[in-house]
């Protein structure tokens, strides 16, 4: 019984001695003990210099992620600025004691004190600092890419009730598929686009994606452009694996409204990925069939847009050709001219422009030209839109320009990499008197901006990109077709007879759909 309470009291006299005198050993080691004083502060250089390495390994990461325009994670940078000012404070403290001292040597037993027990914490700051370098979930995270809207956008009567009453379905919570439709260059892209807005200024929902569909269905340009907007990168290849991803993404939005513009016939949302059974979800689509809209894709409350009215088209014309039109020696042949653009906004703005500022005679030949009988086989197309766009393409200056608008209108739906148009344009020699890549570039841009400026182009959510209307995509078709031009657009079923003609001889380019591959005349450029 005595020697066990002995041991007991050994033991805590042990414990007393470990918590009395180590303390008082470390703080005499900052004062007399050379070995620990100068280990202090060489530990700590060692430390500073291995959290500068990895601070520089975690920023090359952070600026890869910058330039891809993703948004850095608040927790990170919190790690980046107590990283920098651990540093910058053991730094001041190592140029403290090489002033205070000589060789590592301080004879000062005050400063020796000090310098030791400060390199030691800021030492132990840094090892906490290192072992907080852990981030499960990455260094950043994707920013949703904002839609883009009309910012002109000058809302006519007809227009603005329509769009009011769209807005109001949007608030109906027994209504959540709503149809926008009307022929082709009526305006209906330009409709929801303010929808779009409207719903995101007034916070109606959390989320607004637009995916255009058009013609030619690509399901994984559809599921890019929502996810895009959701924040949503894709590991998946395949289109149902997307779809499922992106799926599972969207039931995560309390609140959401998906915009399908131009749908030529129905699509199947499951193979998008756009879930049935998402009660936050509401969709609005566009089509230039009603038939699309109620048969095949069930929309509850469908809205047509028509043409506008003849004020509004004069407003507009006005607008975009100038005062000028208001001339007595003008007026009556610009009253012509705009009755062939029928009311539709595509044609009234391009036909304005092209002939905005001629002189009278120009304008009384454009209104033969708009006049003349013409049978056109573009679906969808009616012949006065033709030949009020293929009057603006009549209009633009230069062959150079014209070869780029077929050029654009023989790519794919959708958005087109400028890129894409230089690589074309260079192979097919378009450009004129260029002798370097950068030359062409320039001159890319500049044509570019002129089909813009003729609202023959528009423009993208990128700036890399460029986009074309549809109904302008189908007449610049309809246009590289024909005779004498270098560009011809046709179904597989005919290549093989055409490409003994004289005309395969002389085309440079061919847009087909093609299921086999044929033998092609020499010098023809091949897109399939």
């Known amino acids: 019984m005595e020697e066990s309470v002995i041991d007991i009291v050994k033991t805590i006299a042990g414990k007393i001695a470990e918590y009395s005198v180590d303390p008082i050993r470390r703080q005499l080691s900052y004062l007399f003990c050379y070995r620990g004083y100068r280990g202090y502060m060489d530990d700590l250089s060692n430390k500073v210099q291995e959290l500068g390495h990895a601070k520089d390994d975690l920023q090359i990461t952070v600026d890869e992620a910058i330039r891809r325009g993703d948004e850095i994670r608040p927790i990170v940078q919190d790690w980046l600025t107590r990283a920098d000012v651990i540093t910058g404070e053991a730094e001041e403290l190592m140029t403290d004691e090489n002033k205070s001292c000589f060789k590592g040597w301080c004879p000062n037993l005050k400063s020796r004190y000090q310098l030791g027990r400060e390199a030691e914490q800021k030492a132990q700051v840094i090892v906490e600092i290192q072992k907080a370098r852990n981030f499960p979930d990455g260094v950043s995270h994707r920013v949703p890419a904002p839609n883009v809207t009309s910012k002109n956008y000058d809302p006519f009567e007809s227009r603005a009730s329509i769009l009011n009453e769209i807005m109001d379905a949007l608030r109906d919570d027994k209504i959540s598929m709503i149809g926008v439709w009307g022929m082709g260059g009526v305006g209906k892209t330009t409709l929801v686009e303010q929808v779009a807005a409207q719903a995101k200024q007034q916070k109606l929902f959390d989320k607004v994606p637009t995916a255009y569909v058009s013609q030619t269905v690509d399901l994984k340009k559809i599921q890019q452009q929502i996810a895009d907007v959701i924040g949503l990168e894709f590991v998946e290849e395949s289109e149902s694996g997307r779809a499922g991803r992106l799926s599972q993404r969207l039931t995560q939005e309390k609140k959401l409204l998906i915009i399908l513009d131009d749908l030529w016939v129905g699509l199947n949302l499951k193979d998008v990925g756009i879930p049935s059974d998402h009660k936050g979800l509401k ?213 093989e007879e055409w490409s003994k003609t004289d005309e395969s001889k002389r085309c440079t380019f061919l847009s087909l759909n093609c299921r086999a591959a044929h033998e092609l005349p020499e010098g023809l450029l091949l897109r399939l």
């Open 283 to 495: 969709m609005v689509l566009t089509s230039r069939r009603l038939s699309v809209l109620f048969n095949e894709m069930d929309t509850e409350k469908n809205f047509a847009v028509e043409q506008l009215s003849e004020e509004e088209a004069w407003s507009l014309f006005k607008k975009e050709a100038g005062e000028s039109i208001e001339k007595p020696d003008l007026q009556p042949t610009a009253e012509e001219v705009l009755k062939k653009c029928g009311g539709l906004p595509i044609a009234i703005v391009t036909v304005a422009k092209a002939l905005k500022g001629k002189d009278s005679i120009t304008w009384r030949d454009a209104l033969r030209q708009l006049t003349r009988s013409i049978e056109t086989t573009v679906e969808g197309i009616e012949a006065k839109i033709f030949l009020t766009l293929e009057l603006s393409y009549n209009h633009l200056y230069g062959d150079e320009v014209k070869s780029l608008f077929l050029l654009c209108g023989l790519l794919d739906y959708g958005d087109t990499p400028i890129d894409n148009l230089l690589k074309y344009g260079v192979g097919l020699d378009l450009f004129q008197n260029i002798n370097a890549l950068e030359e062409a570039s320039d001159r890319l841009h500049t044509l570019i901006n002129n089909l813009k400026a003729s609202s023959l182009l528009l423009k993208s959510n990128d700036d890399a990109y460029v986009r074309m209307h549809d109904v302008v995509r189908q007449v610049a078709r309809a246009i590289a077709s024909k005779d004498p031009h270098r560009f011809v657009v046709m179904e597989d079923d005919r290549f």
